[in-house]
C-alpha cells in the first residue's frame, strides 16, 4: 500500500514515531538475540512478587465462577467493579483521598489511557480553538510524544539543572518559565520521570496543581512508578490526589506488562467522559489484571510488595550500574542524573562529537541497545545541544548484561573523543 493510501491519522501513527522504534528494536533484538538490552523499559522479573500473583492466578483457576467471570464476562466501560470499589477504599484510608469508584477508569495500558487523555482535553475544538498539553519540565516520556492528533501537541518548558557532587546533576522545574495561557488544555508530569528517574518534590508537585486549578485546567500525574505501587522511587514522596488531579497509575511495573492495565483515578465528571470513550473504543477494559490484583489491594500486599520487595530490588540494581559507570566511564566527561526512582540511569556526555541517535547507531551495531536522548524533548526545537548529548539506559535487567554493556558504552564514547580529536588535528 503506498503512503499516500493512508489517512492522515494512519500516517501520524504508523510510521516515525520513538516509541514504535523502540518497540520495534526491542521485539527484534528478543526474537534474533545476541542483543545487550538496555533500551527498553520491560521490569524485571522479581520472584517473590511472581509467586504470590502465581498463587492468585491459581486460586482464580480453582474457582469456577470467578474463573467463568475472568474470561467470559465483559465489565462495565469503566472496568471491573470489584477492583474499582476495593482501590478507592484503599486510597481512601491509607491516604485520606476523597475517592469513590466513581473517579476510577480502567484503561487497556496505560499508554492508550493517555492517548485518550490528552485528546479529550487537548488539540481541536469547536468554533476553530486549539489547545495544548504543558510538560513544565522535559525531559519527558518518550511514549508521550506521538499521542496527539494534531500538529504542535506540546508546549514544553525548558528544565534548570543544578550540578550535584563530581558526576551527578538534576533537571527542577522552571517556574519562571511556566506559562499558562487560554490554549493549555492540561498539564501533565511524570513522578518519577521517565528517562531520568527524577521525582518532583512534594512542594513542585503542590505548585503545579495550584497553577492547574487556578487556571481552571487538570494537573495530570504519571504515576506509573510511583507510590503507592510499585513504589520504585529512592526518596521522599508522598502520594498526591485531589479533585483537580488525574493520577495515572499502572500495574505494568509491579510486574504485569503483559496485562495492559491502566488505572486513571480523577474527577467524576472526566473519568465518565473518559468510560464513554472507553465504550465507543474497546467496550469495556480487560479483567484480567483488575482480577489478578482485587485481593492483594484488599489486604494491603501490594503495598508491603511495593516497600519491601519491588523497591530494594531495583535499589540494588540502581546502585550497582552507577558503579559501573563510575568504574567503565573514567576519563569520560559524563553526568548521571540523579537517579531518585524508576528503572533507568540518564546519563549526559557533555560536548558529545555526534548526536545521541548517531550514538544510539553505533552501541546497535556493537550489540547494545539504548535509546537516544532527543527523543524524550516534545515540543523543544529550539537547538538547544543538550538534547543530542543524553542517552537513557535501562537496569531492570540481567546485571552481569548491564555491566558488560556499560563497558562498551565507555569504550564507544572514548572512541568517538579520539576520533574527534584526530579530525580536528588533520584539519589543521
Not at 122 to 141: C, H
Not at 253 to 274: S, W
Request: overall charge negative; charged content about 25%.
Amino acid at each position: 500500500m503506498k503512503m499516500s493510501n493512508l489517512s492522515l491519522f494512519g500516517e501520524r501513527f504508523a510510521t516515525g514515531s520513538g516509541i514504535l522504534s523502540l518497540m520495534d528494536d526491542l521485539g527484534n533484538a528478543l526474537a534474533s538475540g545476541g542483543m545487550i538490552m538496555m533500551g527498553g523499559g520491560n521490569p524485571g522479573h522479581v520472584p517473590e512478587v511472581q509467586d504470590v500473583l502465581r498463587r492468585r492466578l491459581q486460586a482464580i483457576a480453582d474457582d469456577p465462577a470467578v474463573f467463568r467471570k475472568l474470561i467470559g464476562i465483559y465489565d462495565p466501560p469503566r472496568g471491573e467493579n470489584e477492583f474499582l470499589c476495593t482501590l478507592a477504599e484503599m486510597l481512601k484510608d491509607e491516604y485520606g483521598w476523597s475517592l469513590g469508584p466513581e473517579n476510577i477508569c480502567l484503561t487497556n495500558g496505560s499508554q492508550g489511557g493517555f492517548f485518550l487523555l490528552f485528546n479529550m482535553l487537548a488539540g481541536s475544538f469547536s468554533g476553530g480553538r486549539k489547545k495544548k498539553i504543558l510538560l513544565p519540565v522535559a525531559p519527558e516520556y518518550i511514549g508521550y510524544a506521538d499521542l496527539g492528533l494534531t500538529d504542535d501537541f506540546f508546549t514544553t518548558v525548558r528544565p534548570k539543572i543544578e550540578f550535584i557532587d563530581d558526576d551527578l546533576f538534576k533537571y527542577r522545574v522552571d517556574f519562571d518559565a511556566v506559562r499558562i495561557t487560554d490554549e493549555i488544555g492540561a498539564v501533565c508530569v511524570s513522578r518519577p520521570t521517565n528517562p531520568t528517574g527524577n521525582v518532583l518534590t512534594d512542594d513542585e508537585v503542590r505548585q503545579l496543581a495550584r497553577l492547574a486549578e487556578e487556571h481552571d485546567i487538570p494537573l495530570i500525574l504519571d504515576n506509573a512508578y510511583g507510590v503507592p505501587f510499585p513504589g520504585i522511587i529512592y526518596t521522599d514522596a508522598t502520594p498526591f490526589w485531589n479533585e483537580n488531579v488525574i493520577v495515572c497509575m499502572s500495574l505494568s511495573k509491579f510486574g504485569l506488562p503483559a496485562v495492559r492495565t491502566g488505572i486513571m483515578i480523577g474527577p467524576e465528571k472526566i473519568i465518565a467522559q473518559l468510560s464513554g470513550i472507553n465504550a465507543v473504543l474497546n467496550l469495556a477494559p480487560s479483567s484480567f489484571g483488575a482480577m489478578l490484583v482485587t485481593e492483594i489491594v484488599r489486604n494491603r500486599e501490594i503495598i508491603r510488595l511495593s516497600r519491601e520487595v519491588i523497591q530494594p530490588f531495583y535499589r540494588q540494581k540502581m546502585e550497582k550500574a552507577v558503579a559501573c559507570v563510575r568504574k567503565f566511564f573514567i576519563g569520560i566527561d559524563y553526568r548521571i542524573h540523579v537517579p531518585e526512582g524508576a528503572m533507568f540511569l540518564w546519563i549526559w556526555f557533555r560536548d558529545l562529537p555526534v548526536t545521541s541517535r548517531e550514538l544510539y547507531d553505533r552501541l546497535k551495531k556493537r550489540k547494545v541497545l539504548v535509546v537516544s536522548g532527543d527523543y524524550f524533548f516534545p515540543g523543544i526545537d529550539d537547538g538547544w545541544p543538550h538534547i543530542d548529548e543524553c542517552i537513557r539506559i535501562t537496569y531492570s535487567q540481567d546485571e552481569e548484561d548491564v555491566r558488560l554493556g556499560l563497558e562498551i558504552i565507555g569504550d564507544e564514547i572514548r572512541t568517538i573523543f579520539k576520533e574527534h580529536e584526530q579530525e580536528k588535528r588533520n584539519a589543521q
